[in-house]
């Protein structure tokens, strides 16, 4: 039987019943192309329907259906490949595409039941299927499939150890979770707190908590105009969807800004709503250690301001605490230009308590110089709320000699983004001792009242465990992060790299490592696949091309890019091939954009996709999937790529 008899017998098995009425409209063409499992974009095949409507009536023969499918299926590239393996550009006998999946592919010492296997679940024409052959339509549909995405399918549950202590973890963290737009104005969103973060497997949720009207603290900015959310209501809302995606700890980070009455009430939800998730009370066996993500699995923390010890914490247990206050003093240098900016946002007056030093200019080693004031708090925590702080206390950093000497272990800092990256560029091998023993968790500035976000990397560069960003803002910082925590099946809880958990390292980002395991990662950017238009174009074009990045230690961070293919969107090739040499692959993470080329304007962003360096499958012919500006998937809108690399 020749390939062209059994290829139309098949088809028309399929198609003939849906055109025994004649012709067929878009909508009928759609549906048709579903039975052969064919995914499509609705804007290409609205366009392509029109190309093969020589009538221009608004409706196919089957012949002008066919051309249809051949153009969306019967991709040159992937036939390229096919006709380089199939005997007789036919069919792939399971010889063949045992030589293809080790020549290509790199699946070495496979049994022989690997390529029968995949011609069982991937040929569609039964009568190939049955002679253990696999025609061109089974090999497209093996090539497309999530077999051959470049994320590599062993990376897609939980495979770290998790029974490390918490401080050896990349934790998932968002700051001001129930903000759905900016910081000043912008409306909070009980949706906020699961879309754009649990669900995403977030596991540390800051929650500004303030006063409200008849004893019920809110959640909203304080100082803005941003909306009110009833503190109970997003408790209710954490404790539903806090373990769907992820089986690990969930961290609430509590901005407290409540009298200790309705702290106390506070206390009271948390327990009520959350019941036995909430953990209330030291673990046996973590007396005097952190305790790992596997022993607090479905458990709710709370970081807070705590007074007094673990212990002490302990043996109030089952006491009445009611009406009970801690107090303690608190001070902090407070960056004028931040105040300012928050009393402008706020139109409020805010009075600063001087403490006995006079306003100072204060200048860092790096020659930069800030306007600073001491301001004395006086913190009032209330006992049944601080005795629910475990092993989570949030403890205010004053510097690294302090920490070595007397901060316990069940004691975080949260440092603002500037101030961190100054102690990064300034003393990063102490910065890097510090994470290696406490949970550091980084969050964005003040002045970013439009709910932009910083580059992450640089503090995971340093082992900072909770690096903060606003969830609810795309863009390039958070693909990184929700790149990053594809690792380790989207736990939220990534292991990380030996060099930033030993206590005794050497390691700095801005130097390449003495006992470094480079990788030399060579790709191949052949084509794309149903890329989304350009929103400029009134068909289905964009002149398109692909950057891709390299982050990680600086030395590693690169940008190279194709070509621009013009007014093809549809099915753009590029073969070009681009060769990076990473010297630090445990921290690296790929990113792939695509754009939409503009002489006048900057490029018009088509799609991303960012995964760690490590997730990549074995080399070979693979597929990158593209995600929009806000995270949705754009399948069927992939890149088809060839990668190789040497470890």
Same mark, same amino acid.
């Given at each position: 039987?020749? $390939?062209?008899?059994?290829?139309?017998?098949?088809?028309?098995?399929?198609?003939?019943?849906?055109?025994?009425?004649?012709?067929?409209?878009?909508?009928?063409?759609?549906?048709?192309?579903?039975?052969?499992?064919?995914?499509?974009?609705?804007?290409?095949?609205?366009?392509?329907?029109?190309?093969?409507?020589?009538?221009?009536?608004?409706?196919?023969?089957?012949?002008?259906?066919?051309?249809?499918?051949?153009?969306?299926?019967?991709?040159?590239?992937?036939?390229?490949?096919?006709?380089?393996?199939?005997?007789?550009?036919?069919?792939?006998?399971?010889?063949?595409?045992?030589?293809?999946?080790?020549?290509?592919?790199?699946?070495?010492?496979?049994?022989?039941?690997?390529?029968?296997?995949?011609? !069982?679940?991937?040929?569609?024409?039964?009568?190939?299927?049955?002679? %253990?052959?696999?025609?061109?339509?089974?090999?497209?549909?093996?090539?497309?499939?999530?077999?051959?995405?470049?994320?590599?399918?062993?990376?897609?549950?939980?495979?770290?150890?998790?029974?490390?202590?918490?401080?050896?973890?990349?934790?998932?963290?968002?700051?001001?979770?129930?903000?759905?737009?900016?910081?000043?104005?912008?409306?909070?969103?009980?949706?906020?707190?699961?879309?754009?973060?649990?669900?995403?497997?977030?596991?540390? *949720?800051?929650?500004?908590?303030?006063?409200?009207?008849?004893?019920?603290?809110?959640?909203? +900015?304080?100082?803005?105009?941003?909306?009110?959310?009833?503190?109970?209501?997003?408790?209710?809302?954490?404790?539903?969807?806090?373990?769907?995606?992820?089986?690990?700890?969930?961290?609430?980070?509590?901005?407290?800004?409540?009298?200790?009455?309705?702290?106390?009430?506070?206390?009271?939800?948390?327990?009520?709503?959350?019941?036995?998730?909430?953990? %209330?009370?030291?673990?046996?066996?973590?007396?005097?250690?952190?305790?790992?993500?596997?022993?607090?699995?479905?458990?709710?923390?709370?970081?807070?301001?705590?007074?007094?010890?673990?212990? &002490?914490?302990?043996?109030?247990?089952?006491?009445?605490?009611?009406?009970?206050?801690?107090?303690?003093?608190?001070? &902090?240098?407070?960056?004028?230009?931040?105040?300012?900016?928050? #009393?402008?946002? /706020?139109?409020?007056?805010?009075?600063?308590?001087?403490?006995?030093?006079?306003?100072?200019?204060?200048?860092?080693?790096?020659?930069?110089?800030?306007?600073?004031?001491?301001?004395?708090?006086?913190?009032?925590?209330?006992?049944?709320? /601080?005795?629910?702080?475990?092993?989570?206390?949030? &403890?205010?950093?004053?510097?690294?000699?302090?920490?070595?000497?007397?901060?316990?272990?069940?004691?975080?800092?949260?440092?603002?983004?500037?101030?961190?990256?100054?102690?990064?560029?300034?003393?990063? +091998?102490?910065?890097?001792?510090?994470?290696?023993?406490?949970?550091?968790?980084?969050?964005?500035?003040?002045?970013? #009242?439009?709910?932009?976000?910083?580059?992450?990397?640089?503090?995971?560069?340093?082992?900072? !465990?909770?690096?903060?960003?606003?969830?609810?803002?795309?863009?390039?910082?958070?693909?990184?992060?929700?790149?990053?925590?594809?690792?380790?099946?989207?736990?939220?809880?990534?292991?990380?790299?030996?060099?930033?958990?030993?206590?005794?390292?050497?390691?700095?980002?801005?130097?390449?490592?003495?006992?470094?395991?480079?990788?030399?990662?060579?790709?191949?950017?052949? %084509?794309?696949?149903?890329?989304?238009?350009?929103?400029?174009?009134?068909?289905?074009? #964009?002149?398109? *091309?692909?950057?891709?990045?390299?982050?990680?230690?600086?030395?590693?961070?690169?940008?190279?890019?194709?070509?621009?293919?013009?007014?093809?969107?549809?099915?753009?090739?590029?073969?070009?091939?681009?060769?990076?040499?990473?010297?630090?692959?445990?921290?690296?993470?790929?990113?792939?954009?695509?754009?939409?080329?503009?002489?006048? #304007?900057?490029?018009?962003?088509?799609? !991303?996709?960012?995964?760690?360096?490590?997730?990549?499958?074995?080399?070979?012919?693979?597929?990158?999937?593209?995600?929009?500006? $806000?995270?949705?998937?754009?399948?069927?809108?992939?890149?088809?790529?060839?990668?190789?690399?040497?470890?």
């Amino acid at each position: 039987l020749t $390939s062209f008899f059994v290829f139309h017998t098949w088809f028309l098995s399929i198609v003939r019943e849906d055109f025994r009425g004649g012709k067929i409209n878009l909508e009928k063409a759609l549906k048709l192309l579903e039975k052969f499992n064919i995914q499509c974009n609705y804007t290409h095949v609205k366009y392509i329907f029109k190309d093969n409507d020589r009538l221009k009536q608004g409706r196919i023969t089957i012949e002008e259906f066919r051309s249809i499918y051949r153009n969306i299926v019967h991709r040159e590239e992937i036939m390229e490949i096919f006709n380089a393996y199939a005997e007789n550009r036919k069919f792939l006998f399971e010889k063949n595409l045992d030589d293809f999946l080790t020549r290509e592919q790199y699946i070495f010492n496979m049994s022989k039941s690997i390529a029968s296997e995949i011609i !069982q679940k991937y040929e569609p024409i039964e009568e190939v299927k049955q002679a %253990s052959q696999m025609s061109f339509e089974g090999f497209s549909r093996f090539l497309c499939s999530s077999e051959c995405l470049l994320f590599s399918k062993e990376f897609n549950n939980v495979y770290q150890d998790m029974h490390h202590p918490l401080s050896d973890y990349f934790i998932s963290s968002s700051h001001n979770t129930y903000l759905i737009s900016d910081q000043l104005v912008g409306p909070s969103d009980i949706w906020g707190y699961f879309a754009s973060a649990l669900v995403k497997g977030c596991r540390c *949720l800051e929650i500004d908590c303030w006063d409200g009207s008849q004893n019920e603290p809110v959640v909203y +900015h304080g100082y803005t105009l941003t909306s009110k959310l009833l503190f109970k209501t997003v408790i209710q809302a954490i404790h539903k969807y806090a373990f769907i995606t992820s089986d690990y700890p969930v961290v609430l980070s509590l901005e407290n800004h409540c009298s200790p009455p309705q702290q106390e009430v506070i206390a009271d939800i948390l327990h009520s709503v959350l019941g036995d998730a909430l953990l %209330s009370d030291i673990l046996d066996d973590f007396l005097d250690k952190l305790p790992s993500p596997e022993a607090l699995k479905f458990k709710i923390l709370v970081r807070n301001k705590k007074i007094g010890t673990l212990i &002490e914490t302990h043996s109030r247990k089952g006491l009445d605490k009611h009406g009970k206050i801690g107090e303690f003093e608190e001070y &902090e240098d407070i960056d004028q230009e931040e105040e300012v900016h928050k #009393a402008k946002s /706020s139109r409020l007056l805010i009075t600063l308590t001087d403490s006995p030093e006079k306003e100072t200019e204060s200048k860092t080693s790096a020659g930069l110089a800030f306007f600073r004031k001491k301001k004395t708090l006086k913190v009032k925590v209330a006992l049944a709320l /601080s005795d629910l702080v475990i092993y989570t206390k949030a &403890e205010k950093f004053r510097d690294f000699n302090y920490s070595r000497e007397y901060q316990k272990f069940y004691e975080s800092n949260s440092i603002e983004e500037s101030t961190a990256r100054k102690l990064s560029k300034l003393k990063a +091998h102490d910065f890097i001792l510090h994470t290696t023993k406490f949970i550091t968790r980084i969050y964005p500035k003040a002045l970013r #009242a439009d709910s932009s976000n910083f580059n992450p990397q640089e503090f995971w560069n340093i082992g900072c !465990q909770m690096v903060a960003l606003n969830f609810q803002t795309p863009g390039m910082p958070m693909d990184i992060q929700n790149g990053k925590f594809l690792d380790n099946g989207g736990s939220g809880y990534i292991l990380k790299p030996r060099f930033l958990r030993d206590t005794e390292t050497e390691f700095n980002p801005q130097k390449t490592p003495e006992d470094s395991k480079p990788v030399t990662l060579t790709i191949k950017v052949i %084509s794309g696949i149903q890329l989304p238009p350009s929103i400029h174009s009134s068909s289905n074009k #964009a002149d398109t *091309l692909v950057i891709i990045e390299i982050f990680g230690v600086p030395n590693d961070q690169v940008k190279q890019q194709t070509h621009v293919v013009k007014k093809n969107a549809f099915s753009p090739r590029w073969n070009e091939t681009f060769t990076f040499i990473i010297q630090v692959p445990e921290l690296a993470l790929i990113r792939f954009v695509v754009e939409s080329q503009n002489i006048i #304007a900057e490029n018009e962003f088509l799609g !991303q996709y960012t995964l760690p360096l490590l997730c990549m499958g074995k080399a070979g012919y693979r597929r990158v999937p593209l995600f929009s500006k $806000s995270g949705e998937d754009l399948e069927p809108a992939s890149l088809f790529v060839y990668v190789w690399y040497i470890r």
